[in-house]
C-alpha cells in the first residue's frame, strides 16, 4: 500500500523502531497521533518512534491493521484537504482484550520510552463521587487481583511493575483524551491502582513511579468522524487497495503538550505540536468553547430530527444559540492562553462544525453525556453563577440534555449512567418533573447547583420549549426571547 502523502515514510520503514505504546487505537488515535509521531519522524528523521498500536474493547482494528502490516490512509474531507496519504508509523497492533500479557511486556520493553492513550473518558474506570480510580469496578477488582489485566489503567500499571523490577529505565505517559489535567488525573488512577496492591508490591511501585514516571497534560483536537462503508469504497477508488482501517478527517489537527517527559520522546514539535507551560487554558478553552458547542449542537439536534452536526449548525438559530453561549457565557468566565484570540477561535470552531463532508452524527458526538456535560457545560454554568450572571444558553444545553435523556429508553440510551438516570425520572416526564428529577442525580449535578433555583427555572424553561414547541419554538425563543 503506497500513496503520495506518506511515501518517504514508506520507503524508510524497515528504519522504524518501536518506542511508543498507545493504548486505545481508534480512528481519532489514527488520524492524529499516528499522524504527529510519523510527521515527527519525517521531519527530524529519527526514525526510533513506531507505535504498537493497542486496541481495548474490541479486536476490530487489531484485526483491521495485521493483514495490512499497520499500514493505514488518512482522507482530509474540507476547505484545505491534503491528498489521501498512506500513514505507516504503527509497527505492530494488539487486541489488548485477548493478549494483554503482550501489551504489559511492550510497556515494560526498555526499547519503548513513552505510553500514549485515547481510551474516552469511559476507559479510566473513575469513581465520580472521588475523582479517583474505581477500585469497585469488577474489572479493576480482577486486575488488582493478579488476572491478565484488561483495564488500561491496569496495564500501565503492570507494565510500569514489570519495567521496575527489570531495571527497563524511566517512561512518560501521555493521556490524549478531552479530560481536564488529563495527565494529572492518569497519574493519580495510576497510583491509585499501585497503592490497592499488596504492601509487598505497592510501596516498591509507588516509589519507583514517583522517580522514573511522568504524566504530561495535553490538549489533543482533531474531528474524525465514525468510517462509512461509502468512505472505505471511495478509499479503494482512489487508492486500488481495500483499506478497511481507513479513517476521515477535517484538515485541521493540534496538539498542545506539556514538557514533561522523563526520557527520550520524538521531536512532534517539528510536526506543529506545540509544548506549553500553560495547557489547562488551552484545554479549558477547547472543553468550555468547543466541546460544550458540540454538546449544544448535539443535543439540540436529536431533539429536532438533525442527524449530524453540519444540519444542527446549519439551523441559524442554533447557531445563534452557540455563539451567544461561546460569547455570553463562556468566554466570560473563561481565562484564555496567551495568544488565542477568542473571538476567532469561536469562528473558527462553528465553521469546522459546519464542513458537512465529515458526517459527524449528533447521536455519536451525544454518547455519553452524563459524563461530559460536567467539564464541558456545568463548569461555565458555575462560573456564571458565581458572577451574578444568568447561563441562559448553557442553560439550554443542559436542559437539551436532559430531554434527550427523558425521551430516549434506558436501553437505547448510550450513556454509562444510563439505569441510574433512568430510575430518578418520573413516570409522567413533563418540564416541571424531569428537571428536578435529574438536578437530583449526584453523579452529575453537584448539591449547589441542584439547589439553585434559578438554574432549575433556566432548565425548566427551555426543556418546556423543547418539549412542546419544537424547532420553531426553539428558533422563535433563541432569537426573540
Known amino acids: 500500500m503506497a500513496a503520495g502523502g506518506s511515501q518517504q515514510a514508506l520507503l524508510q520503514r524497515d528504519k522504524l523502531q518501536p518506542g511508543i505504546v498507545h493504548l486505545g487505537l481508534g480512528a481519532f488515535a489514527r488520524a492524529h497521533t499516528a499522524v504527529f509521531t510519523e510527521n515527527a519522524m519525517l521531519a527530524s528523521g529519527d526514525f526510533g518512534w513506531g507505535i504498537t498500536g493497542v486496541t481495548q474493547r474490541s479486536d476490530t482494528v487489531a484485526r483491521q491493521l495485521t493483514p495490512q502490516d499497520g499500514l493505514f490512509t488518512v482522507t482530509e474531507r474540507g476547505d484545505g ?26 510497556i515494560a520493553d526498555p526499547a519503548t520510552s513513552v505510553v500514549t492513550l485515547t481510551i474516552t473518558e469511559k476507559g479510566y474506570r473513575i469513581d465520580p463521587r472521588t475523582g479517583t480510580l474505581n477500585t469497585g469496578d469488577d474489572q479493576v477488582r480482577a486486575d488488582l487481583a493478579g488476572q491478565p489485566p484488561q483495564t488500561a489503567i491496569g496495564q500501565i500499571a503492570r507494565g510500569l511493575q514489570q519495567r521496575a523490577r527489570t531495571d527497563a529505565g524511566p517512561l512518560t505517559v501521555v493521556s490524549c483524551d478531552n479530560l481536564p489535567g488529563n495527565g494529572e488525573l492518569t497519574r ?36 474524525v468522524p465514525a468510517t462509512t462503508a461509502a468512505d472505505l469504497d471511495a478509499v479503494e477508488r482512489e487508492l486500488g487497495l481495500r483499506d478497511e482501517a481507513a479513517v476521515v478527517a477535517e484538515p485541521f489537527l493540534q496538539w498542545v503538550i506539556e514538557d514533561n517527559f522523563a526520557s527520550r520522546r520524538p521531536r512532534w514539535e517539528d510536526a506543529g505540536a506545540l509544548f506549553s507551560s500553560d495547557v489547562a487554558a488551552w484545554e479549558d478553552a477547547k472543553l468550555r468553547l468547543l466541546n460544550a458547542s458540540h454538546s449544544m449542537l448535539a443535543y439540540l439536534g436529536l431533539a429536532t430530527g438533525k442527524s449530524t452536526i453540519s444540519d444542527a449548525v446549519g439551523e441559524p438559530a442554533f447557531r445563534t444559540a452557540c455563539s451567544r453561549m461561546m460569547a455570553e457565557d463562556a468566554l466570560p468566565t473563561i481565562t484564555l492562553p496567551a495568544g488565542l484570540d477568542g473571538a476567532a477561535y469561536c469562528a473558527q470552531v462553528l465553521t469546522r462544525f459546519a464542513n458537512p463532508a465529515l458526517g459527524h452524527t449528533t447521536a ?52 454509562p449512567l444510563a439505569p441510574e438516570l433512568h430510575a430518578a425520572l418520573p413516570a409522567r416526564r413533563t418540564a416541571a418533573t424531569v428537571v428536578p428529577a435529574l438536578l437530583g442525580c449526584r453523579s452529575v449535578f453537584d448539591g449547589g447547583l441542584a439547589t439553585h433555583q434559578g438554574f432549575a427555572d433556566l432548565l425548566i424553561h427551555w426543556y418546556r420549549i423543547i418539549d412542546t414547541h419544537g424547532l420553531d419554538g426553539l428558533g422563535n425563543e433563541i432569537n426573540h426571547g
Request: proline share 6%.
Open 81 to 106: 484537504a491534503a491528498p489521501l496519504r498512506v500513514v505507516s508509523s504503527i509497527v505492530e497492533a494488539i487486541s489488548g482484550r485477548d493478549d494483554p500479557g503482550t501489551v504489559v511486556d511492550r
Open 188 to 223: 493519580t488512577l495510576v497510583h491509585a491502582f499501585a497503592a490497592a496492591l499488596p504492601a509487598a508490591e505497592a510501596e516498591p511501585l509507588l516509589s519507583w513511579l514517583e522517580a522514573n514516571v511522568t504524566f504530561p497534560n495535553t490538549m489533543v483536537d482533531r474531528m
Open 364 to 415: 455519536k458526538v451525544g454518547s455519553d453525556g452524563s459524563q461530559k456535560i460536567g467539564l464541558r457545560l456545568l463548569t461555565t454554568v458555575r462560573g456564571s453563577l458565581n458572577a451574578g450572571r444568568e447561563p441562559r444558553w448553557a442553560a439550554l444545553a443542559v436542559a437539551a440534555w436532559m430531554h434527550h435523556v427523558a425521551s430516549t429508553p434506558a436501553a437505547e440510551l448510550n450513556d
